[in-house]
């Protein structure tokens, strides 16, 4: 199985400033199949990004994706307040679907 | 809108079944595959199991396999996720997720303990 690693564990910011997550995979991830998803306290994750750098439906501009192979990046680009959650990495293009640990974006 | 709804968790004793479902709308459900994947308290996610479309096509984690069995009912617009032999370590909230994944559901609670 395809194995994620994220980076940083914990990233601790300032609202405004821009965060720059990691997710690197063990092996290519086939046809840049790389999801993020955005998990807040106490909620169900929602999906940001698929392809690897498609938006999904009603996420805002500043959220962005980009990578291919094995490294990929999700990039925040000015932090609004409810922007501080985790954020997983996830892979769909080779079976079995896994994702990574998870990123902590908290407030400093 | 896209709803997924699961139901059927709660306090089970080891050894124990359940059996969890979930209701979607507001998208086309049997031209989705759907995944169950289950969040430990504190941890991270874990897909635990695949069904596709038609239904034709199922997968399951080395870590549930041979004790949880998936379904569908596409006329029902329905997912199910039959759990038997329940241990401890099985206690997480469990997700539905339909397609690679596009749509979560708001969870259902699972416990397993004495």
């Known amino acids: 199985e395809i194995v994620l690693t994220q980076s940083p564990g914990t990233l601790s910011l300032s609202p405004g400033e821009r965060a720059t997550l990691s997710c690197r995979a063990s092996?290519?991830?086939?046809?840049?199949?790389l999801a993020w998803h955005q998990q807040k306290p106490g909620q169900a994750p929602r999906l940001l990004i698929y392809?690897?750098?498609s938006r999904a439906t009603g996420i805002p501009d500043r959220f962005s994706g980009s990578g291919s192979g094995t490294d990929f990046t999700l990039t925040i680009s000015r932090l609004e307040p409810e922007d501080f959650a985790v954020y997983y990495c996830?892979?769909?293009?080779?079976?079995?679907?896994?994702f990574g640990p998870g990123t902590k974006v908290d407030i400093k | 809108e896209v709803q997924l709804v699961e139901s059927g968790g709660g306090l089970v004793q080891p050894g124990g079944s359940l059996r969890l479902s979930c209701a979607a709308s507001g998208f086309t459900f049997s031209h989705y595959e759907v995944n169950w994947v289950r969040q430990a308290p504190g941890k991270g996610l874990e897909w635990i199991s695949y069904i596709s479309s038609s239904g034709s096509t199922i997968y399951y984690a080395d870590s549930v396999k041979g004790r949880l069995t998936i379904s569908r009912d596409n006329a029902k617009n329905s997912l199910y996720l039959q759990m038997n032999s329940l241990r401890a370590e099985d206690t997480a909230i469990y997700y539905c997720?339909?397609?690679?994944?596009?749509?979560w559901g708001q969870g259902t609670l699972v416990t397993v303990s004495s």
């Open positions: 392809g690897a750098s």
């Open positions: 997720a339909a397609g690679s994944i596009d749509y």
């Open positions: 092996q290519s991830v086939s046809s840049s199949y």
């Open positions: 996830q892979q769909y293009g080779t079976s079995p679907l896994t």
